[in-house]
Nanobody
Framework: QVQLVESGGGLVQPGGSLRLSCAAS????????MSWVRQAPGKGLEWVSD?????????SYVDSVKGRFTISRDNAKSTMSLQMNSLKPEDTAMYYC????????RGPGTQVTVSS
């Protein structure tokens, strides 16, 4: 079955950086577009970024993270990453990876807390 495991979260000061990783199994990773989504305390799921299938890996981002976050994938390893720079307190959330359009399959998540 589909399994997604996120890692790399933590506590970081404003302006700091973190790199999140997602390990995927149970499906042919290279054939699917993938997403990062997040959920801040008391709020619903918010889409953060997509990376499409194929060697080109077209990417898209929510406006609030453009220029600060970079999504990437390694099809050989069935992994996906999210490099997060210039972090802000409003980036504090649980971060999840999922196949695009299938957020219900998301993993357990990794907590990102941005605070001084």
């Amino acid at each position: 079955q589909v399994q997604l495991v996120e890692s790399g979260g933590g506590l970081v000061q404003p302006g700091g950086s973190l790199r999140l990783s997602c390990a995927a199994s149970g499906f042919t990773f290279r054939d699917y577009a993938m997403s990062w989504v997040r959920q801040a305390p008391g709020k619903g799921l918010e889409w953060v970024s997509d990376i499409f299938a194929g060697s080109g890996g077209t990417t898209s981002y929510v406006d609030s993270v453009k220029g600060r976050f970079t999504i990437s994938r390694d099809n050989a390893k069935s992994t996906m990453s999210l490099q997060m720079n210039s972090l802000k307190p409003e980036d504090t959330a649980m971060y999840y990876c999922a196949r695009r359009g299938r957020w219900y399959e998301r993993g357990p998540g990794t907590q990102v807390t941005v605070s001084s």
